[in-house]
């Protein structure tokens, strides 16, 4: 099994990236903002209580979304590979990460953050809002503390895979099919 981050600031494609790849290498895209965008159209009591918080742009605590992926983890034993798109995003989630892997004698492969310009990142959630429904792209104020909080508390963890040779930036500006060739080869040289 592998394993394989997809890490960048909101907007950065790492959705429509992951898709695909998880596509073309046969791997589960586990997507904690998808998880928890699910719970809240569901209408469930988790969905309830992290609603107000990702209105704003901000995290939900570490445990709610440390459980959801334990779970997926736990039920795709035989999976050929994972491909994390928005978790690990804290310290603690890393960590937790890591030693959820280490348990199934696991671990992750590569970071692959794409690197995407501010100006582009708010032009292309202010473009979804049109057509997404979700509420933290409606407001240029939420995306803007989306891409801080990124910044503040998601981004420091680089230096976690950094120093375990794991990171690599991919430039993330241009076209999406010119941006998925650039990932495959980079997920393909290192399985
Ligand atoms: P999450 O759902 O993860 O959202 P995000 O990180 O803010 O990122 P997005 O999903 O908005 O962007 P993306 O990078 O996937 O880009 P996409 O491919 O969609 O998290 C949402 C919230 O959930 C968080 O704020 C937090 O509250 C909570 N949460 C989630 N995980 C959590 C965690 N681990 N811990 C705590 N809280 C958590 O592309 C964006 C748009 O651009 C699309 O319209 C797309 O079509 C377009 N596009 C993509 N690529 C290109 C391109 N190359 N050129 C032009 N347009 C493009
Ligand atoms: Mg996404």
Redesign the pocket.
């Known amino acids: 099994m592998v394993n394989f981050l997809i890490f960048?600031?909101?907007?950065?494609?790492?959705?429509?990236?992951?898709v695909q790849l998880s596509e073309k290498f046969n791997f589960i895209h586990l997507?904690?903002?998808?998880m928890?965008?699910e719970e809240i159209a569901a209408g469930s009591e988790l969905g309830k209580k992290?609603e107000s918080?990702?209105q704003k742009?901000?995290?939900?605590?570490?445990s709610?979304?440390i459980e959801m992926i334990a779970n997926r983890i736990d039920n795709n034993p035989d999976c050929a590979g994972f491909l994390f798109?928005?978790?690990?995003?804290?310290a603690e989630?890393a960590v937790t990460l890591d030693n959820m892997l280490e348990d199934k004698s696991t671990s992750v492969n590569k970071m692959i953050v794409?690197e995407v310009e501010h100006n582009?990142l708010v032009q292309?959630?202010l473009?979804?809002a049109e057509?997404?429904g979700?509420a933290?792209?409606r407001d240029v104020n939420v995306i803007e503390n989306?891409i801080s909080?990124?910044k503040e508390k998601t981004e420091p963890i680089v230096n976690y895979y950094r120093e375990k040779d794991k990171y690599v930036p991919v430039d993330?500006?241009?076209?999406?099919s010119d941006?998925f060739d650039r990932l495959s080869i980079v997920i393909a040289d290192s399985l």
């Not at 997507?31 to 998808?34: K, R, V």
């Not at 742009?57 to 570490?62: A, F, I, S, Y």
């Not at 798109?85 to 804290?90: E, K, V």
């Open positions: 960048g600031p909101p907007g950065s494609g790492k959705g429509t990236q992951s997507s904690t903002g998808d928890l965008r992290v918080i990702m742009g901000e995290l939900v605590p570490d709610v979304v798109d928005g978790f690990p995003r804290t989630q794409l582009e292309r959630l473009s979804r057509v997404s979700r933290d792209d989306r909080v990124y993330g500006m241009g076209q999406i941006i």
